[in-house]
């Protein structure tokens, strides 16, 4: 069963960027697709991105298109978010997820979750 830390996340002006981590453990991160979630105060869980075991595709939400790119570094087994030109819509929790058969935009699609990292974009 793998498990999965997430790192990065942290208070930023409204135009700048951040960059989170998704550290995995207990399996190997090339087996898995990869993908990233985020859930805002008082709402639901939302996609974000996801990329394929091989890094060959990626797959964003509609709106963080152009602004997000999801990358990984499978011999670091660390998945990567980074951010830029914030908005404060991208306010959030932020949850790295695993699945080692499919990669989905649906939440239920996601077998392994971390425990998320607070992204706080001030406006």
């Known amino acids: 069963q793998v498990q999965l830390v997430e790192s990065g996340g942290g208070l930023v002006q409204a135009g700048g960027s951040l960059r989170l981590s998704c550290a995995a453990s207990?399996?190997?991160?090339?087996?898995?697709?990869m993908g990233w979630f985020r859930q805002a105060p008082g709402k639901g869980r939302e996609f974000v991105a996801y990329?394929?075991?091989?890094?060959?595709?990626?797959y964003y939400a509609d709106s963080v298109k152009g602004r997000f790119t999801i990358s990984r570094d499978n011999a670091k087994n660390t998945v990567y978010l980074r951010m830029s030109s914030l908005k404060s819509e991208d306010t959030g929790v932020y949850y790295c997820?695993?699945?080692?058969?499919?990669?989905?935009?649906?939440?239920?699609?996601?077998?392994?979750w971390g425990q998320g990292t607070q992204v706080t974009v001030s406006s």
């Open positions: 207990g399996g190997t991160l090339s087996y898995y697709y």
């Open positions: 997820s695993s699945d080692p058969t499919l990669a989905s935009a649906a939440v239920t699609g996601w077998t392994y």
């Open positions: 990329i394929t075991k091989d890094s060959g595709s990626t």
